[in-house]
């Protein structure tokens, strides 16, 4: 798989689950929120569409940047902090439903494809310099 579409596969989680969040906020709201946390009024099903609006926008980044292997190292380094924040809203303090660890998944699978992009664009930046 070549670093362009490891990319594209980084993409992709953020225009599925962004895309899901703009189009169908209510429905993310619905399924990822417990109860307790799903206000009634229109200011949640913004939040929740601005939040995909931004993700799709990061997946539009992820798809047309040229990444080298600091990019994936880095993109996979800032990943980090969501894996606490996963944690924290599903387990420590809930917020979300276990449903809402879809994210989590997407973070793990954009981790997994930084690694292997990183290892790979190394190798062609190493081939390159010889």
Not at 9 to 35: D, K, S, T, Y
Not at 63 to 86: D, E, H, K, M, Y
Not at 92 to 114: E, K, Q, R, Y
Request: glycine share 8%; aromatic share 18%; with cysteine.
């Amino acid at each position: 798989m070549t670093p362009k579409r490891i990319q594209f596969f980084i993409a992709l989680v953020f225009f599925v689950l962004g895309g899901w969040a703009a189009i169908f906020p209510q429905h993310v709201i619905n399924v990822v929120l417990l109860p307790e946390y799903r206000q009634e009024g229109g200011i949640l099903p913004f939040t929740i569409a601005c939040f995909g609006a931004q993700a799709l926008l990061s997946g539009l980044f992820a798809a047309f940047s040229r990444f080298t292997a600091l990019t994936f190292l880095v993109f996979g380094i800032a990943l980090l902090p969501f894996f606490a924040f996963n944690y924290y809203f599903t387990f420590h303090d809930p917020v979300f439903t276990s449903i809402g660890l879809i994210d989590a998944a997407g973070n793990v699978i954009m981790l997994g494809l930084c690694y292997v992009g990183w290892k790979q664009s190394k190798a062609a930046e190493q081939r390159t310099e010889l």
